[in-house]
C-alpha cells in the first residue's frame, strides 16, 4: 500500500483493524492522538462537508498593492507597531522565495525570487498548531476554519512553534496600544494571547465572502468551499497549476496559489 | 522536622536572606511583566520562546538525573550512594519547581492556567508535560520526605514507598522524553525535527545533573560536618563523563546527517549556531564555548587522577555544567526558531527584566535545596 | 500534642483572622442600594433575555455559554425560556440596554471583588458608533 493520505475507507478499516489487534487501541486511540486528522475516506463522502479554502491567482496580484491587507487589519483590529518584533499580521506579503524555498530558483531573475507574494493562515487540514494547543483555544471548526478561541488560550505559544508557515502572532502587549482607530463591529484581543487570521468566520456566514476577496479589485483573491466540486475554486484548482506552501510536511493546506 | 531546616548559623540566615532578596526582586519584575505583557522580554513573532523555556528544558533534565542515583542504589545496590540518594531527589524537587515556574512566568495568560486541566487534551504534548511534571514532583517529595522520617526512627521504608522509588525511574526517564516531545514532533522545524532528541535530552541530562550534584556536595562537605565518601564521588564523575560522551555522540549524528544530506532546511540552524547566517552570529560564541568547554571536560575526566581531585574535579563538573547548559539550554531553544518559517532571522537577546525574573526562579530553586539539604543534615545528626 | 493552649489559642486566632470578611458582611445592613437596584437603561424590550432572578444568579454562566457556543460552535442564537429569539453578542445584546457598563457592571463587580475582563477585548459603548449602540437588540433573521 502506498504512504499517501488517500487511504481509501475499506484501507483504513483494515489498518485500524490491525492496529486494535496489535493493541494499538483501534481507532478511538488512533483519533485520539490524532486530532483534527480525520483519515480521508472517499472525496464522494466529503461534498457535503464545507471546507473553505482560498486561491490566490499570484499574476493578477498586483506587487505593491496592500488593499486586502489594509482592511484585514483595520476590519479585524490587528494592531500596527513600530517594532518589527512583535508585529501581529494576519494577511500580508513575502517575497516569493520565502514562501516557496523548496522551489528552484537559482535559474530565475531575482526580480522573480523577490516578488511579494500574498501569505495568510492556511486553514490546513491537518493543522499541527491544533495538534499542540494544550487548551482546545486553537481548533478546527466544522467547515474547515481554523480558529482562535482567545477566552481560552493561554499564552503558552505552543502553536507559533507549531505552526511550519509562520502565521501566527503573539500579543507582547496590550493591543489597544497599537490602535488608533477601533472598528466598533469587531473586538480586539487581550495581552498574551495569540492570535491569526480566522477567515472571516464572523461574516462569511451568510454567503458573503472574507474582506481580503471582497476588497481586491483585481479579483486576485477566489474564496469557496473545497469540497463542493461545482465552485468556482474547485474548478479552478482542478484546472490551473497550483501550488500550496511546504506541501511535503502533509498540514495540506487550504490556500493554494495559481502561478 | 521542617522545623530543622531553618537551624543554623548566621552565615546560613544571610545566604537564606540573600535569596530571599533575589526572589523579591524576580516577584517585582515579575509583577511588571503582569502588567505590560511579555513584551518586556527578549522574545519576538518569531523566536515566540526564550530563556524561560531554554531554563524550563534545561532544568527537567536536572530533575530527571536523579535516577543516576536512584539506580544504582536501589537497583543494583551500591552502598556507596545510600547516604546521597536523598540529595539528588531533593535536587530534583528543587529543580520541578523551577520547571513549572518558568513555564508559568512563560504564559502569556497565567491567570488561565487552569485551563489545562479544565479543557485536558491528550493529542498535545504540553498536556503530558504537566502532568508528568506535576507526578514527578509529587513522587520525589514525598518519597525524600517519607524515607527521611523513616532513617530518623530508624525504621524500614515500607513496600508502597518503595514502589514510589522503583516507579520514579520510569517516570524521570518520561519526563525529559515528553520535554523533547514538545520539540521533535513539529513539522517545519527542522533543527528539532529529530528521533534522537529525546536520547540527546537524556545523555545532556545525566551529564549536567550529576555535575551540578558534584558540585553541590561539594558545598555541603566544605560548610558541614557530612563528608560523602571519596569513592561516591568518584561514581559520579564517571556517570557524568559517560553522559557527556554519549552527548557529544548524539550531537555529532545530527552534524552528519544535516550536512552529508545537504538538505538546505536541515543545515540553517547548525550552520547559524557554528558559523553565523547572513551575518547574523549572536549565539557563536556561546555555541563554541559550550563545544569548547563540553571536549576540555571529558577530555580532563578520561584521567583518573583527575576525577579523584577534588578541585580537578570542581572544575571539570563546572565545564560540563556550563556546556550543557549553553547547548540545551540556549543554543537549542532559541537556534530552533532561526530561521524563521518565512526564512527570515531575527535574533534573540535575553533582557534584563527576563533575566531577574528567571535569578528570581533560580533562587527559588536554590532556597528549595539549601532548606531540603540543612533538614536532611540536621535531622541525621540529631 | 505539645503546647496544647498555645496551639488552639493560635488555631482560634486563625479563624477569627480568617472569617473576619464573613462577619464584615454580615455586620453591614443588607446591600448598598445601588447594588440592589442597577440603574437599567432598558431601550428595547420590556425584560432582559431572563428573568431578574435568573440574570442575577446566572449571568455569567448565560454569557460563558453564550460565548463558547459562539466562538467555537457558531451558534449565534438564543432561544430564551419564552421562546423568544435574541442575538448571542455582549456588544449588541447586553449592552444595548445596558449600556451604563460603568453603573450596571463595575459598581457590583467591585463590590464581589470579580474582575470583569470582557472589555479587555470587547468594545464598551462609548467606544462603539451611534448606529451600533442603537441597534436593536432583538434578533433580526437575515433576511429582512
Redesign the interface.
Known amino acids: 500500500m502506498k504512504f499517501d493520505n488517500k487511504v481509501n475507507r475499506k484501507e483504513f478499516l483494515k489498518l485500524t483493524g490491525i492496529a486494535a489487534l496489535i493493541g494499538v487501541g483501534g481507532k478511538t486511540g488512533f483519533s ?5 486528522q480525520e483519515p480521508e475516506t472517499d472525496s464522494d463522502e466529503n461534498k457535503n462537508k464545507i471546507r473553505y479554502g482560498l486561491l490566490i491567482d499570484t499574476k493578477k496580484c498586483p506587487p505593491d498593492c496592500t488593499d486586502c491587507s489594509d482592511i484585514c487589519h483595520s476590519k479585524h483590529n490587528v494592531p500596527s507597531y513600530k517594532s518589527k ?4 499580521k494576519w494577511i500580508w506579503k ?1 517575497p516569493a ?3 516557496f ?2 522551489n528552484n530558483w537559482d535559474l530565475k531573475p531575482v526580480a522573480a525570487k523577490n516578488v511579494p507574494l500574498l ?1 495568510v493562515c492556511n486553514h490546513c487540514k491537518n493543522p ?1 498548531c491544533v ?7 486553537t ?1 478546527k ?1 466544522d467547515d474547515g476554519i481554523i ?1 482562535m ?10 502553536c ?7 502565521s501566527r ?6 493591543p489597544r496600544k497599537g490602535l488608533t482607530e ?1 472598528n ?2 469587531y ?8 492570535e491569526k487570521c480566522n477567515l472571516c ?1 464572523e461574516k462569511i ?2 454567503g458573503s465572502s472574507p474582506y481580503c476577496v471582497e476588497k481586491c479589485s483585481k479579483g486576485a483573491i477566489i474564496f469557496g468551499n473545497l469540497n463542493d466540486p461545482e465552485s468556482e475554486i474547485r474548478k479552478a484548482i482542478e484546472q490551473d497549476h497550483v501550488l500550496r506552501r ?1 506541501a511535503e ?3 495540506e493546506p487550504s490556500v493554494f496559489y495559481k502561478v | 522536622m521542617i522545623e530543622k531546616a531553618f537551624e543554623g548559623g548566621k552565615k546560613y540566615k544571610l545566604w537564606l536572606l540573600f535569596l530571599l532578596a533575589i526572589i523579591a526582586a524576580g516577584i517585582y519584575q515579575y509583577s511588571i511583566q503582569l502588567e ?4 518586556i ?1 527578549g ?4 523566536v ?2 526564550g530563556f524561560y523555556v531554554a531554563n524550563f528544558t534545561f532544568f527537567v533534565g536536572v530533575a530527571a538525573s536523579a535516577v543516576m542515583l536512584v539506580i544504582p542504589y536501589y537497583l543494583h545496590h551500591y552502598k556507596k550512594f545510600s547516604q546521597l540518594v536523598i540529595f539528588g531527589e531533593w535536587l530534583a524537587v528543587g529543580s520541578v519547581v523551577m520547571c513549572i515556574l518558568f ?1 508559568f512566568v ?5 491567570q ?2 487552569l ?2 486541566l ?2 485536558p ?7 503530558w508535560d ?1 502532568i508528568v511534571l506535576f507526578g514527578y514532583l509529587a513522587i520525589n517529595l514525598f518519597v525524600a520526605w517519607v524515607t527521611l522520617r523513616k532513617e530518623k526512627a530508624n525504621l524500614e521504608i515500607s513496600k508502597l514507598i518503595k514502589f514510589l522509588i522503583l516507579l520514579s525511574i520510569p517516570w524521570a526517564i518520561a519526563i525529559h522524553t515528553v520535554t523533547a516531545f ?2 521533535s ?5 527542522h533543527a528539532w525535527l529529530t528521533a534522537i532528541m529525546a536520547p540527546r535530552f537524556l545523555a545532556s541530562a545525566f551529564a549536567a545533573g550529576p555535575a551540578l550534584l558534584i558540585l553541590l556536595l561539594m558545598v555541603v562537605k566544605k560548610l558541614t560536618y557530612f563528608k560523602p565518601e571519596k569513592e561516591a564521588f568518584g561514581t559520579l564523575a564517571k556517570i557524568m563523563l559517560y553522559g557527556m560522551l554519549v552527548n557529544i555522540f548524539f550531537y555529532g549524528l545530527e552534524i552528519f546527517t544535516a550536512f552529508y544530506s545537504n538538505i ?2 536541515h543545515k540553517h540552524t547548525l550552520t547559524y549556531l557554528f558559523f553565523g547566517l547572513n551575518g547574523y552570529s549572536k549565539l557563536v560564541p556561546y555555541v563554541w564555548t559550550s563545544v569548547a568547554f563540553g571536549f576540555v571536560s571529558v577530555f580532563m575526566l578520561l584521567f583518573p587522577a583527575i576525577r579523584a581531585n577534588h578541585k580537578t574535579l570542581a572544575v571539570a563538573a563546572t565545564l560540563i555544567f556550563f556546556s550543557t547548559y549553553l547547548d540545551k539550554g540556549l543554543a537549542l531553544v532559541i537556534g ?2 532561526i530561521p ?5 532571522i ?1 535574533e534573540y537577546t535575553i533582557t534584563g527584566p527576563e533575566f531577574t525574573i528567571s535569578a528570581g526562579i533560580w533562587a527559588i530553586g536554590a532556597l528549595l535545596v539549601t532548606l531540603a539539604y540543612r533538614m536532611t543534615l540536621n535531622v541525621r545528626q540529631s | 500534642m505539645y503546647n496544647k493552649t498555645k496551639v488552639s489559642i493560635g488555631i482560634l486566632l486563625f479563624l477569627c483572622l480568617a472569617s473576619l470578611p464573613f462577619w464584615h458582611s454580615l455586620m453591614q445592613d443588607g446591600e448598598d442600594s445601588a447594588i440592589k437596584n442597577p440603574v437599567i437603561l432598558a431601550t428595547a424590550g420590556e425584560t432582559c433575555v431572563e428573568d431578574r432572578a435568573f440574570m442575577r444568579s446566572n449571568h455569567m454562566v448565560l454569557l460563558h455559554q453564550w ?2 457556543e459562539v ?2 460552535e ?1 451558534k ?1 442564537e438564543y432561544t430564551n425560556s419564552h421562546g423568544e429569539l435574541f442575538q448571542k453578542s455582549l ?1 449588541k445584546t447586553c449592552l444595548g440596554c445596558h449600556s451604563n457598563k460603568k453603573e450596571f457592571c463595575e459598581t457590583c463587580h467591585a463590590q464581589a471583588s470579580v474582575k470583569v ?1 470582557c472589555f ?4 464598551q459603548p462609548e ?3 451611534e448606529k ?1 449602540r442603537q441597534e436593536p437588540y432583538f434578533h433580526k433573521s ?1 433576511g429582512n
Open positions: 485520539l492522538y490524532a486530532s483534527g518584533k512583535i508585529e501581529i513575502e522565495k520565502h514562501l524555498p523548496e501569505t499541527p495538534r499542540v494547543c494544550p487548551t482546545q483555544a481548533f471548526r480558529m478561541d482567545y477566552h481560552r488560550c493561554i499564552g503558552c505559544r505552543f507559533m512553534a507549531g505552526c511550519p508557515y509562520g502572532s503573539f500579543n507582547y502587549k496590550d477601533l466598533p463591529d473586538p480586539t484581543r487581550t495581552t498574551g494571547v495569540v468566520a456566514g451568510d511546504k510536511l502533509g498540514t | 505590560e505583557g511579555l513584551s522580554t522574545m519576538s513573532r518569531d515566540s520562546w513555564i512563560d504564559m502569556g495568560q497565567p488561565r492556567a485551563n489545562i479544565l479543557h487534551t491528550p493529542n498535545s504534548v504540553l498536556f504537566v514538545l520539540y514532533g513539529l513539522p517545519g522545524r538546505p532546511s530552533g526558531f524563521s518559517p518565512l526564512e527570515t531575527t | 460565548r463558547d466562538v467555537r457558531n449565534r456588544s475582563t479587555d477585548c470587547h468594545l467606544q462603539m458608533t451600533n437575515r
